[in-house]
């Protein structure tokens, strides 16, 4: 290592307020938990090890976060608090130090062995923007979205960690003015950028999980790409909703930041009228003030702001289960497209270029109403953190290739 890892500036990103959790293999190791510091990973199991915390480097011994997920709440708190106990510790840097890896030498893999995915449609402005441009005669919100928080269950199998690529799909679309289908690689092929949320604690079937009893299960958030075909999408999704126009493949960063790491980003929720009904409200709603910002290539397309999000992701988790679904460790849910007010805060393309009518301008002159081939999708975030300063999120970045 040529720089000190502990070398950290004031401002740096990724300091001990941080300390997100990841799944990385260094050449000669075993694929570990790890968390970050500046520009290295810690190998978690390790650390455990040389400081005697047996429960831990069993858990982090593994390549997902599933079974660390599964010890519960209890135990994701009295972790986090001797990692920065011992990070803070100057005597102990040597030590800490034995265990690192620099990031570049490292692979990171998808963290969290996903296992049921939700997809929610929690912010009213891409909402309101995609039924204005799906149903310009009628209301932009359907009739129920103020009364529960939409969604639908996704392809859990087909989440990938961010870095991965992504193949084009294929499909059947049909334009409104075509008499028949046709076949073959989308033409419409767009990004959502959400924000996902990592849920651990199972549940027992029948029972729910209730707005004031939701922070036990929300482990972490990651930031997530849900690669939609607008063309497929638009032709197979009445009546049964989103399928294999979403289905290819989802990205989600490979560093999946604790909730305690973000308590400093906690906002409240914009008004919610008509009031929602009871199994929705609570003590603990809340919003995130998370600043995310799209890249296409090398040009920031967008800067969505989640914290104007309309449903607390407490209330999404406990609609989730309302019905007496229960919860797996490693479960996921995502927020839905997070956009804002203006046209620069949008966080899909099909807003941005307005379905094609308006697209936008790249910094090398190209023009993109659509993704094209070769295009690389870069996401990242920002938050407020809890001492002060701000930490990131993880990026979810993934190139496009060609249909096969
Ligand atoms: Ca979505």
Known sequence: MTTDPFDLSADALWGPDNLPY????????DTHVVTRLGDHVIDLAALATLDGYRKWARAWSNPSLNSFIAQGRSS????????QQIIRDEKR????????HSLDKVTLHLPVEVA?????????????NVGRIFRPDGDALTPNWKHLPIGYHGRAGTVVVGGTDIVRPVGQ????????????????????AEVGFVVGGETELGSRVGVDEAADHLFGVALFNDWSAR???????????????KSFASSLSPWVTPMAALEAAKTALPAQDPKPLDYLLGDDLFGLDLALEVQINDTVVSRPPYKGMYWSPTQMLAHLTVNGASLRDGDLFASGTVSGDEPGERGSLLELAWSGREPITLDDGTQRSFLEDGDVVTITATAPAVGGGRIALGEVRGKVLPSR
């Open 22 to 29: 990841g799944v990385a293999s260094a050449d000669g190791h």
């Open 76 to 83: 994701w708190t009295s972790a986090r608090d001797w990692l």
């Open 93 to 100: 840097r040597d030590e800490v130090r034995s265990t690192m």
């Open 116 to 128: 049921d995915y939700v997809d929610f449609y929690a912010s009213e402005q891409h909402a309101t």
């Open 173 to 192: 679309r049909k334009a409104p003015q075509d008499a028949e289908p046709v076949f073959g690689p989308s033409v419409r092929l767009d990004i959502e």
């Open 231 to 245: 063309d497929i999408q638009a032709w197979e999704y009445v009546p049964l909703g989103p399928f294999l126009g």
